[in-house]
Nanobody, 115 residues
Framework: QVQLVESGGGLVQPGGSLRLSCAVS????????MGWYRQAPGRQRELVAS???????YYADSVKGRFTISRDNAKNTVYLQMNSLKPEDTAVYYC?????????WGQGTQVTVSS
């Protein structure tokens, strides 16, 4: 079976940092585009960052310059380094794996930015 397991969420003060991890099993990880999405209460789920099999990255304007997505194909893991966190970054963060018609999601991890 396919599993995507997020970790690293928690409570952090504005200006602080967190590193999210997503461990993947059950797929040929190196072929998939990996993405981080987030959803805040009352808001639509939005794409935060993605990284292709070739290492090309995309960032939403709201996080550009603050967040960095990376992947380690040897560990079947994708990361999201989040710096200079703001209260508006508060959301449940979801890991996604996509390859043509194949699409998989993790269970989500809560990130709360508050003083």
């Amino acid at each position: 079976q396919v599993q995507l397991v997020e970790s690293g969420g928690g409570l952090v003060q504005p200006g602080g940092s967190l590193r999210l991890s997503c461990a993947v099993s059950g797929i040929i990880f190196s072929l998939y585009t990996m993405g981080w999405y987030r959803q805040a209460p009352g808001r639509q789920r939005e794409l935060v960052a993605s990284i292709t099999s070739g290492g090309s990255t995309y960032y939403a304007d709201s996080v550009k310059g603050r967040f960095t997505i990376s992947r380690d194909n040897a560990k079947n893991t994708v990361y999201l380094q989040m710096n200079s966190l703001k209260p508006e970054d508060t959301a449940v963060y979801y890991c996604n794996a996509n390859y043509f018609k194949w699409d998989y999601w993790g269970q989500g991890t809560q990130v709360t930015v508050s003083s």
